[in-house]
């Protein structure tokens, strides 16, 4: 392998990451925080990807980035009132909930948008490669690293360094007590859902120019980043980015060394990780 | 109160029995309206409902009318032979199905054991014309085989000497990449194979590492979802700069109308096998086959269709069961069988279409096209440039060649002529 080569490599693997990273970072947000697994959560970049094709249409495809999390986590928020009354009880209800609202979601897409592939048209500056170490490389591959960068700082300066941030972690700490110093976990847990879905939204519409998406797809995306989920832990916030990138990167090195192996690779790298640690490899060990 | 719904339950019970009352003849339909291979389901229904409507006007069969009935298998081989039962069950007379190449070998197996007719669309391989063998299963749409032995002739007149496969997981992707080996010998270089899910539309890891490999053209075996997001990030990537892209259903607007729209299709960097050649308005009664097919989309979908090679075999299919069924001594299973076996029919892009007797696959006429862009204003999507035109007989493996690869595989070659 040539050196450009294996830089081009390293910096597909991280793109890649780095777009799994979003769906993975507002799952394992609403696990961590509400004790809970969205099923649903592929449903929502789906459709953040298809309110990308018609919102960008009207207002341009930057802007568009800012709306469509938005929207997507209002819609979260309906979708969180709907579990509240499976809090607490036994969590197949809540995930059964949320696979059925990912099959409502995919089905309103339908009904919506039609089926149909669609692709979303980049804007100018986006368009094009430039050479890194002798070879091409997307433009808008690299906006995307820098935009899912930018969203893991912000998600992590919101969870360590904000009052929404200690609120969150206190809950994860000891729900109960929060709730008797008078704060509205209620209220939180909106919050939290909204902030994870619209994360998920915003995935999709950074993938909207990238993959030709159809509506159904909504309900195998989650299935892609289990693998994500369980090597960074499933309920450890800080191991998302380094597991999405790490399986990025396997992703990236595996189809150039093991091509034949490819669909197996991801799954492969959680079952050895898990032997390692069933909590997650970026996860500490209970007793440690 | 109790007057009204007394009256409102005999109205119902009318109806239902004046319903009851209206014959038809059942064509059953295998189709996916749920899995994320859905996304192309318009347009392969809509060749189904096209022929259907000419079937009728002609008078249907003894002025009975045809009716299609649907079952959804979301292109998953496990709902296969449920879907199929419960057509039969309903008195069709034969099925059109499955859709996808993944689930022909259950469909397959299933058509064999319950003796009952299906002709299906989906590409035709080997796992089903040699492995799974049925003279209760026809094949109305590509042929892998004939496929490979197309794109190796385009592959060695242009003097390519190495290739990288992508394809998804079906029969057909294999097949497309074996014999396409095969048929270019030892001299020719694998430079390897990607075979993804069918609903994996990354691509950017595989597309990376075949620029570094540099190979003079890829194998591609994907469609729909799969074919869009590989050929938009390949360009992202300058991926079609370096190589060419030889496939089938090359210009199927399925494949093409998101790439055309969004400005990020590769003209003249992707070629293959195409059925119907809907650009060309020097075949009779081209033009206004493709406006009754865009008339089926706005009527039954409410959207715009361009043509698809999809669309094209499905309504060859339903064309061929109609034909059969005209010609059957009875409408049973083995009668119907035994018509589709010895049915001739033709469309505006064929004349004596027929299935082969010993391995009962459709011979079309194959259309090698590179994909351009219409320079005539008529089209948004790419049209095709004709490299070459191929009769089935030319291109479809003969009698011996299955024989021979059977033999080669370790397999048993199921001459169904002689059934």
Known sequence: MTVPYFFQTLVTGISNGMISYLMVAGVSLIISGMNMVNFGQGAFYVLGTYLTYTIAEKVGFVPSLLIVPILVGFVGYFVEKATRPLFGKNMLYVMLLTYGVAYMICDAIVMIWGYSIRLQKLPAFLKGGIKIFGIRFPIYYLFVIAVSAAIAFAFWYMINRTKLGMLTRAIISDRPMVANLGVNVNQMFSILFMIGIGIAGLGGALNAPITGMSPKDGLSVFGNVMPILCIGGLKNMDGCLPAALLVGLVNAFGAVYLPQYYNVLPAALMVICMFINPRGVFTKKEGR | ?419
């Open chain 2, 1 to 419: 109160m109790k007057k009204i719904i007394s009256l409102v339950l005999g109205l119902a019970l009318v109806c239902a029995c004046a319903c009851a009352g209206a014959e038809t003849i059942k064509i059953g339909v295998l189709t996916d309206r749920s899995s994320a291979a859905a996304a192309t389901v318009t347009w392969a229904e809509a060749g189904a409902i096209l022929a259907l409507e000419e079937a009728n006007a002609e008078g249907g069969l003894n002025g009975v009318e045809f009716e299609l009935v649907y079952r959804d298998t979301a292109s998953d081989s496990a709902n296969v032979a449920q879907k199929a039962t419960e057509l039969m069950n309903e008195g069709c007379i034969a099925i059109l199905g499955p859709k996808s190449d993944g689930e022909a070998p259950t469909g397959a197996t299933w058509a064999e054991e319950n003796k009952f007719p299906m002709v299906t669309p989906c590409t035709m391989n080997t796992r089903v014309t040699i492995e799974n063998a049925s003279k209760y299963m026809f094949s109305c749409g590509f042929v892998a085989w004939p496929i490979a032995k197309m794109n190796a002739k385009y592959a060695a007149d242009h003097g390519y000497q190495s290739a990288f496969f992508i394809g998804n997981d079906g029969g057909a992707s294999g097949d497309s990449r074996d014999f396409f080996y095969r048929e270019l010998g030892e001299g020719f270089q694998n430079m390897g194979s990607n075979q993804v899910s069918s609903n994996s539309t990354e691509f950017s890891t595989i597309i990376s590492s075949v620029v570094g490999k540099d190979p003079d053209v890829i194998i591609g075996a994907v469609a729909g979802p799969n074919f869009v997001s590989l050929i938009n990030q390949g360009d992202q990537f300058g991926l079609w700069d370096e190589c060419d892209y030889l496939g089938w259903y090359t210009c199927d607007s399925t494949n093409t109308t998101a790439l055309a729209q969004a400005g990020a299709y590769p003209y003249g960097k992707v070629h293959g096998v195409d059925l119907w050649p809907f650009w060309m308005d020097e075949i009779e009664g081209n033009a206004e086959f493709v406006a009754e097919y865009s008339r089926i989309g706005q009527e039954y979908y409410g959207k715009e269709i361009y043509p698809s090679d999809m669309g094209y075999t499905w309504y060859v299919g339903i064309k061929a069961i109609v034909a059969a069924a005209r010609e059957a001594e009875s409408l049973d299973p083995e009668g119907m069988t035994k018509a589709l076996a010895n049915v001739h029919f033709s469309t505006k892009y064929g004349d004596d279409l027929y299935f082969r007797d010993f391995d009962h696959v459709m011979a079309h006429a194959y259309y090698y096209v590179t994909a351009v862009e219409d320079t005539t204003g008529k089209w948004e999507i790419p049209v095709g440039e004709v490299y070459a035109v191929y009769t089935g007989d030319e291109m479809l493996p003969s009698k011996e060649d299955m024989q021979a690869y059977a033999t080669e595989m370790g397999y048993t070659f199921r001459d169904l002529s002689a059934e």
